[in-house]
């Protein structure tokens, strides 16, 4: 059944229940191999122009799911089957933990945009590690998004991610370290230049140390950062990723807005906003990345992508990969084969050879 008609019955319901239900559905899918042949043959667009190589990973296309979709990858089996690059679980706490109360998730249909204010509910590490050990294979490499406990002191924050690395670290292809979450209270304050330091240099030395033990390549490290950081800031945390000891392999720019836009002013409910008024300021969080990175660090661009000319609008300002969530709720997977129908001839069309010629021309 197409997105199409599903979205008018799935609408009706509170959208966190809509959640519910589409990743049981997917979950029950991944064990049928002819639903994943059907899907796969639906929703997969082959074309060597998309695939992408970083980190030591290859990505057949740029276009991956952001984080909060499957936290606790419940439908890590079945979600390559809607056509996504690679996927990102999580974000993953080392303990389970129940989140806010509810609801907290609000659908704005009109502004395509969403409010939400998860606080990281999941079933904690442990069961995210067994879910994914449990996995046939990995066809799109999985990226495992990490974040700490509620009740955890700020300053005990790096034992957190250290614990939820340790226990996921076979599982993952590259880690994301989320410290950009507006629904946990006091977490984006780890986005300062010396907590920043402090926190990554203790998940690196883990990082490194599980490696050796393990004797494995470390897993690449990602930070998810915030649209509200300012150039100066953002300057700053570009710099983690230069030098000869980098303390960060690249960047997942942006998560959810803690602004509203003043020309849209329905959008009251407290938490983090995304969808399409989101997308602008992403754009401009990701450029000046782009900038202070002199574009050599990859970010993975995610923020209001509702159409090909938006993920392409992010790739100019200097994306090398992309990512989609609120898009999904509006548009379905369709979303994801439209993109990667369009962007080829978008970036050939301004005389681009490639994705890779096309990142950070309008940066
Ligand atoms: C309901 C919901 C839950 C989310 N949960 C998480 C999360 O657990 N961890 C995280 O890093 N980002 C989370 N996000 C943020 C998304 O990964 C993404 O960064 C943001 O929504 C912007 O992209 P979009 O406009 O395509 O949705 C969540 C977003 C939504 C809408």
Redesign the pocket.
């Known amino acids: 059944m197409s997105y199409g008609l599903l979205r008018p019955l799935l609408f009706t319901l509170d959208?966190?229940r809509a959640?519910t239900l589409s990743i049981a559905a997917l979950e029950a899918l991944g064990r049928m191999p002819q639903s994943m042949a059907y899907l796969t043959k639906h929703y997969s667009v082959t074309d060597p122009r998309l695939a992408q190589d970083f980190w030591g990973l290859h990505f057949p296309n740029p276009v991956g799911l952001?984080?909060?979709?499957d936290?606790d990858a419940r439908a890590a089996a079945a979600l390559p089957a809607l056509g996504f690059g690679f996927i990102?679980i999580?974000?993953v706490t080392p303990r389970p933990q129940p989140g806010n109360p509810r609801p907290?998730?609000f659908r704005y249909p009109a502004q395509q945009?969403?409010?939400?204010r998860?606080g990281?509910p999941?079933e904690g590490a442990a069961a995210v590690a067994r879910r994914l050990a449990a996995l046939p294979g990995h066809p799109v490499p999985i990226g495992i998004?990490l974040?700490k406990n509620k009740d955890t002191p700020l300053d005990q924050a790096q034992d957190d991610y250290v614990t939820a690395l340790e226990l996921l670290f076979h599982y993952g292809d590259y880690l994301?370290i989320?410290v950009?979450?507006p629904?946990t209270p006091g977490l984006r304050l780890l986005q300062g230049e010396e907590a920043l330091r402090g926190l990554l240099s203790a998940v690196a030395a883990a990082n490194q140390r599980l490696a050796v033990q393990h004797q494995r390549p470390p897993l690449p490290l990602l930070l998810?950062l915030a649209?509200d950081l300012d150039n100066d800031d953002l300057n700053a945390i570009g710099g983690l990723a230069l030098g000869t000891e980098p303390l960060v392999d690249g960047f997942?720019a942006?998560?959810?807005t803690v602004e509203r836009p003043v020309s849209q002013p329905g959008l009251s409910e407290s938490g983090?906003l995304?969808?399409?008024p989101?997308?602008e300021q992403?754009n401009a969080v990701i450029a000046q990345l782009y900038r202070a990175t002199q574009g050599q660090v990859p970010i993975i661009g995610?923020?209001?992508?509702?159409s090909a000319a938006d993920a392409y609008a992010k790739i100019r300002a200097g994306a090398s990969l992309l990512?989609?969530?609120?898009?999904?709720?509006f548009r379905g997977p369709e979303l994801v084969r439209e993109i990667l129908e369009a962007l080829p001839g978008l970036w050939l069309k301004d005389g681009y050879p490639d994705l890779a010629h096309a990142r950070g021309s309008a940066a």
């Open positions: 959208p966190e959640h952001a984080a909060g979709y936290k990102e999580g974000t907290r998730v945009a969403v409010i939400n998860m990281f999941g998004n974040g994301c989320n950009s979450s629904n998810k649209p997942v942006t998560n959810t983090g995304s969808g399409a989101l997308l992403s995610v923020g209001g992508i509702l990512q989609v969530y609120s898009g999904l709720i």
